[in-house]
């Protein structure tokens, strides 16, 4: 019985350590890696654009989760094929990755038929 009177407490604070709170929740960390580099906002959700060393990282998230419904999320970078993920989602279209090392890359966003989109950027 002393175990369990001190293992679980220790298991809990381990866990509000390393994840906090809100470490369930989908916004509390992004999917992709590198560095926040744009945020675009419509009317259903947001395009964010990540960036670390070498590679763009793009994922659509709507502002409500709710019923599955039609969202994409398409990033390119500059001469090269377009990478999309399309399909009915709850909350979020993605992460996409490409190879942007010294490439200007463009994204998109759509979400219930409501879209924003980049331009080139990170040139």
């Avoid at 369930?24 to 560095?35: F, I």
């Amino acid at each position: 019985m002393l175990v369990c009177s001190v293992v679980l407490p220790l298991v809990a604070a381990l866990g509000l350590v390393l994840g906090g709170p809100s470490a369930g929740r989908a916004d509390a960390a992004s999917v992709c890696a590198g560095r926040p580099a744009k945020t675009v906002s419509f009317k259903t959700g947001e395009l964010r654009v990540y960036k670390s060393r070498s590679y763009a990282c793009a994922i659509a998230v709507a502002k409500k989760s709710g019923p599955r419904r039609a969202m994409s999320v398409t990033l390119q970078a500059r001469g090269g094929s377009p990478v999309v993920d399309r399909g009915r989602y709850t909350k979020q279209a993605g992460p996409v990755t490409v190879h942007a090392l010294n490439r200007c890359v463009r994204a998109s966003a759509t979400i219930s038929g409501k879209s924003g989109s980049t331009g080139w950027i990170l040139c």
